[in-house]
T-cell receptor
Framework: DSGVTQTPKHLITATGQRVTLRCSPR?????VYWYQQSLDQGLQFLIQ???????AKGNILERFSAQQFPDLHSELNLSSLELGDSALYFC????????????FGSGTRLTVV | GIQVEQSPPDLILQEGANSTLRCNFS?????LQWFHQNPWGQLINLFY???GTKQNGRLSATTVATERYSLLYISSSQTTDSGVYFC?????????FGQGTILTVHP
């Protein structure tokens, strides 16, 4: 167990729907990062939050949004889902905004049908 | 942005063999990590190694930051070593992954 908890582990939903993925970081870690892994794009950085504030943004679609709550857990919201959004979504956490090493959760496998 | 290239893309070994995986990166980085993604999709952190050499059991890693490359050594490979090995580098909060090396170890 890495200490980073992601729920749900699997999600199957229809095109056009909206889903929320949840991440609880490792105890003491203030930074949360979201990554998407798809067959054609590999592992891509989506967004980073540090202590509740957005810190860095990557290749995140406008249909996707995220937030980090006061208890430091984070949610990634995916809306108007398309078949191409099917992927493995990872959350990672680290102890500070500057990188000392990431710890990844076990991921949420999203299938859009 | 920074480019990360891994080689070889695929590697097939017999159990007990040794191997070396390479990661080249195009610019200075704050951090470099090696991960193993197992067949269930989990990303396991192997090494945090921005420079120098580290060892953990049968695995070791070396990063030469000035020459912008890192090597992951796997000795006496086992079938449980199968999976995808990723190198990832961090610059200002963004971790960029290579495309990975797919390792298959046959009994």
């Amino acid at each position: 167990d890495s200490g980073v908890t992601q729920t749900p582990k699997h999600l199957i939903t229809a095109t056009g729907q909206r889903v929320t993925l949840r991440c609880s970081p490792r105890s003491g870690d203030l930074s949360v990062y979201w990554y998407q892994q798809s067959l054609d794009q590999g592992l891509q950085f989506l967004i980073q939050y540090y202590n509740g504030e957005e810190r860095a943004k990557g290749n995140i679609l406008e249909r996707f949004s995220a937030q980090q709550f006061p208890d430091l857990h984070s949610e990634l919201n995916l809306s108007s889902l398309e078949l191409g959004d099917s992927a493995l979504y990872f959350c990672a956490s680290s102890v500070g905004a500057e990188i000392y090493g990431y710890t990844f959760g076990s991921g949420t496998r999203l299938t859009v049908v | 942005g920074i480019q990360v290239e891994q080689s070889p893309p695929d590697l097939i070994l017999q159990e007990g063999a040794n191997s070396t995986l390479r990661c080249n990166f195009s610019d200075s980085v704050n951090n470099l990590q090696w991960f193993h993604q197992n067949p269930w999709g989990q990303l396991i952190n192997l090494f945090y190694i921005p420079s120098g050499t580290k060892q953990n059991g049968r695995l070791s890693a070396t990063t030469v930051a000035t020459e912008r490359y890192s090597l992951l050594y796997i000795s006496s490979s086992q079938t449980t070593d199968s999976g995808v090995y990723f190198c990832a580098v961090a610059v200002y909060g963004k971790l960029t992954f290579g495309q990975g090396t797919i390792l298959t170890v046959h009994p």
